[in-house]
Structures are given as structure tokens and as C-alpha cells.
């Protein structure tokens, strides 16, 4: 039946004039298994290990790839921290369930010796003119526009002039009180889409690797525990990447603005194969995964 129907599509298509090669364009979409895999060595590049963290927990580590054009001091104090060796012998203290998992100094007491205890918030980045980013839609009911820069996915205004981080699963940022430049030492992980921070906290990063160790903190201290606060999923160390030498693995990230990542988007907005039905015409930017994969040795 189906071949019957492309035959007469095609034949009809060839009498009124039209291009039949338009008529198959459904069959060539490729799915983003078969993009991901076949992406040329030119789509890709390798992680920045200057702007990565790396997060030790009891299960293993968490790679967070920060995102310096969007927030620079944040990323600038983080590593800071990281460097002096803030984070050692702290824990994640706050694990709720499909909101975030967070982690520091949950006492506000340790001093810090090189980086800040508060930073000015830097909830979006403001230039003149706009920042240039790979769009995914314009229908989103957050910002104006959504899309992609170096690797993260971001939202902007009408006019571009405003930039931010969207809160995707996996977004690393600063927590903070009442006031907005109250953050600086005390960081979450969102573990679900939570778009309604945007512009409310500082993003500035993304896991790229180690969900998974996220996943299987404790959810809430044990009676043992509660005396010894340090002992509720403990934070091994933080380091910066490029501090580490004999590094175990490396990654590189598909480029946001090649053609590989392009077209993926638009294998997400209405995904090919037989098994869908529905289509919806729409991507939300969440819902677009960066891909990366582990550096191969040469």
C-alpha cells in the first residue's frame, strides 16, 4: 500500500512539474542515533579542561563543563574555589527528588583564603548587540528565542541583547537567598527541567558525564548522620580538569554551530521512523541533548 501511494505521489508530482526527489525527503531524514554516529571528526571538539570541574563523590565523578562566556566571574570564582580546596571534606547536603542536588558548605562557615564568599549575580549576559546561536525555536513560553552557544543550550530576548543558560536536566548554578547577589560557594545540579529559574539564579555550567553518581546520593540523612552533617554524601574533592595530571578520560563535544548538530535538531523537532505518529512540529531546547563522547588516543 505505502509503495502505491509513493508511486502515485511521484507521478503526479513529475506531471504538475514538481521535483520528485522532494517527495522521498522523509525517507532520508536520519534518526539522531544515525547523525550522532556518522558526524564527521570536524563537528567535534575537544573539552576545554581549564573550564571543566571535576566533582568527586563515594560512587564516582561528575564532569561539569563551565560556561565562561555567559557568566565569567562565577566560572572565574568556582575555580578558585576548587584550586584552594574549598569543597574537600564538605558534602551534598540537599537532594530533592526531580528538583536539584546541592552541595557546599551547608553551615556558611568555611572562610575561603583566594576566592569570593558572594558574587553579583550574573543571571544573563547583556550585549549590544546580539550573541550569535544556533536557534532551536521560537515558540518557547520562556524567551522569545531558544537555541545553542558553544555547547549549552541558551534563551535570549526579541532584541538578543539578553542572554541566559536554560535550567535543562543537568545544568550546574549557583544557589543563593533572598538577595540576588547573596551566591558564590553553594552550587546545584538541576535533576529535572526547570525553566522557571531562568533568570532567577545564576547557570553557569553543565554535566556532560556522572549523572548517574547524582542519582544515587542519599535522599536524606541517616540517624547516624545527623550528629556529623559532613558525613551525608560526602564530597570527596573539586578540581579543575587541567589541574590533573594522567587525566583518566577526555571528551570531545559536537560543535552547537556545525552542520551534524543543525540537523539533529531538527531529527528532534518531528522524529523520523515508523514508530511515531504524532509530530508535533516543536522542540523545546531542553529536550535536545549536546552529544559527547570520550576522546580517543592518538
Request: net charge positive; glycine share 6%.
Amino acid at each position: 500500500m505505502t509503495k502505491k501511494i509513493k508511486t502515485l505521489c511521484s507521478a503526479i508530482c513529475l506531471a504538475s512539474g514538481l521535483n520528485a526527489v522532494a517527495v522521498h525527503a522523509l525517507d532520508k531524514v536520519r534518526s539522531p542515533s544515525e547523525i550522532i554516529a556518522n558526524a564527521p571528526d570536524s563537528d567535534w571538539q575537544v573539552l576545554d579542561l581549564d573550564n571543566t570541574l571535576l566533582l568527586e563523590l563515594a560512587t564516582g565523578t561528575v564532569v561539569i563543563e563551565l560556561n565562561p562566556l555567559l557568566a565569567p566571574n562565577h566560572v572565574e570564582n568556582i575555580k578558585k574555589l576548587a584550586r584552594e580546596g574549598f569543597y574537600q571534606g564538605l558534602n551534598m547536603y540537599r537532594f530533592v527528588e526531580g528538583f536539584v542536588a546541592q552541595g557546599g558548605d551547608a553551615n556558611e562557615t568555611k572562610k575561603v583564603t583566594t576566592a569570593k564568599k558572594s558574587l553579583q549575580a550574573e543571571f544573563y549576559h547583556l550585549s549590544t548587540k546580539p550573541l550569535t546561536m544556533t536557534l532551536v525555536d521560537t515558540q518557547d513560553g520562556y524567551a522569545d528565542k531558544t537555541g545553542f552557544i558553544n555547547g549549552f543550550a541558551v534563551a535570549q530576548n526579541q532584541q538578543g541583547t539578553q542572554t541566559w543558560q536554560t535550567h535543562c536536566v543537568g545544568t550546574f548554578a549557583m544557589a543563593r537567598s533572598n538577595e540576588a547577589g547573596s551566591g558564590g560557594t553553594e552550587f546545584y545540579v538541576a535533576l529535572g527541567v526547570l525553566r522557571y529559574l531562568d533568570r532567577n539564579i545564576t547557570a553557569f555550567g553543565r554535566v556532560i558525564d556522572g549523572m548517574e553518581h547524582l542519582q544515587r546520593l542519599s535522599r536524606k540523612p541517616s540517624d547516624e548522620s545527623k550528629a556529623a552533617a559532613r558525613v551525608f554524601n560526602p564530597i570527596t574533592n573539586m578540581q579543575v580538569a587541567a589541574d590533573v595530571k594522567d587525566l583518566a578520560k577526555k571528551y570531545e563535544i559536537m560543535k552547537t554551530d556545525s552542520t551534524s548538530f543543525k540537523e539533529l535538531i531538527k531529527a528532534r523537532r518531528n522524529r523520523p521512523g515508523a514508530w511515531f505518529i504524532e509530530t508535533p512540529n516543536y522542540t523545546d531546547v531542553c529536550a535536545v541533548s549536546v552529544p559527547s563522547r570520550p576522546l580517543a588516543e592518538k
